[in-house]
């Protein structure tokens, strides 16, 4: 239970054969040992099997994906007049208001119900077709919640992909935050300006213009506004920060440390922020040199910067990558 000195947890809705529920349509499971291990001890899951919810039983018969790829029907591999579309989007739409604010959801790869992409589509001869979708129940969630961080099992055993997505979780949480705090103009800048080098890692575009948003849209009511950064915002973290963009970041910050390093010491970081560039060294390692001299010599501005200063648990997580 978090307490005054501790955050409310930050919850992940999850597919639950993820984490070892036997909810498989062949009565097994799909434990995911990084799910259950790693990322169990920072985030509190909020399983949910759509296919049990709603009335199939374990084990059951397989589902697939029949038709048109913008708009599959979810029906019976060896009854293909068993219909599931309906139910799974309807429980889908259900459990996006139930779920609440959870801060992002691990979906089940290559499920007819749960894939969040590469899904396997059969034409109605029960061929395959070359096309592929998305399941249903992950195509209600989300449309329901446009701007909540997704991903997929599989894709989190790539280090980059791992990365983004804690990286988006965490965001969203700080965004959750702040709407429950309430929108007013001064901090949705604040929110902005503690954002800034974070964002600039993922791509200048979507820096300058979620810039001049909240620059030259003063006169717009600060919900207003909010909704419309709250898309630009996620969208921009969407787009995978690269080494080449985490290291113009780290060299506009030692700009900050300029008039007051010593000759020996710009040589240093100089040299740790190439071989982090060369990729010889993962990013903690500037960012742990450049966080010991700003304590030395504090910079008002970088020190709200969520790029030195994440969460402590998101800190942790990423160094597992």
Not at 93 to 120: D, F, Q, T
Not at 177 to 206: Q, S
């Amino acid at each position: 239970m978090p307490t005054s000195e501790s955050p409310a947890p930050i919850r992940i809705g999850i597919s639950s054969c993820l984490l070892g529920q036997k909810v498989r349509f062949d009565g097994n499971h799909k434990q995911d040992g990084f799910i259950t291990g790693t990322l169990s001890e920072y985030f509190e899951f909020v399983p949910a099997c759509p296919e049990i919810a709603i009335g199939m039983g374990v084990p059951r018969e397989p589902i697939q994906l029949v038709g048109d790829a913008d708009a599959p029907r979810a029906l019976g591999v060896k009854d293909p007049s068993q219909d599931f579309t309906d139910k799974l989007a309807a429980y889908g739409a259900r459990m996006a208001e139930e779920l609440g604010e959870i801060s992002g959801y691990i979906l089940k790869s290559k499920s007819p119900s749960c894939g969040m992409e590469r899904v396997k589509l059969y034409a109605k001869s029960n061929q395959p077709s070359n096309k592929k979708t998305r399941g249903i129940y992950a195509t209600a969630i989300m449309q329901a919640k446009p701007l909540l961080p997704v991903e997929e099992e599989g894709r989190l055993n790539d280090p980059v992909l791992r990365e983004n997505f804690i990286e988006r979780v965490f965001a969203y949480r700080r965004w959750q935050d702040l709407a429950a705090a309430g929108f007013t103009m001064a901090r949705l800048v604040e929110f902005h300006t503690t954002h800034k080098m974070t964002l600039l890692a993922h791509g200048t575009e979507n820096y300058r213009r979620l810039g001049r948003l909240v620059a030259n849209e003063v006169r717009r009511s600060p919900r207003a506004l909010a909704k419309e950064y709250a898309v630009g915002f996620m969208e921009a973290m969407r787009h995978r920060a690269t080494r080449k963009r985490h290291t113009n970041v780290l060299m506009h910050l030692m700009g900050y440390l300029k008039k007051v390093l010593d000759s020996d010491d710009k040589r240093e970081l100089l040299e740790v922020i190439e071989n982090y560039r060369l990729g010889y060294v993962p990013l903690i390692v500037p960012i742990t040199l450049l966080k010991h001299y700003f304590r030395r010599f504090p910079d008002p501005y970088v020190a709200r910067q969520v790029y030195l200063n994440p969460h402590p648990q998101e800190l942790m997580l990423r160094n597992h990558v």
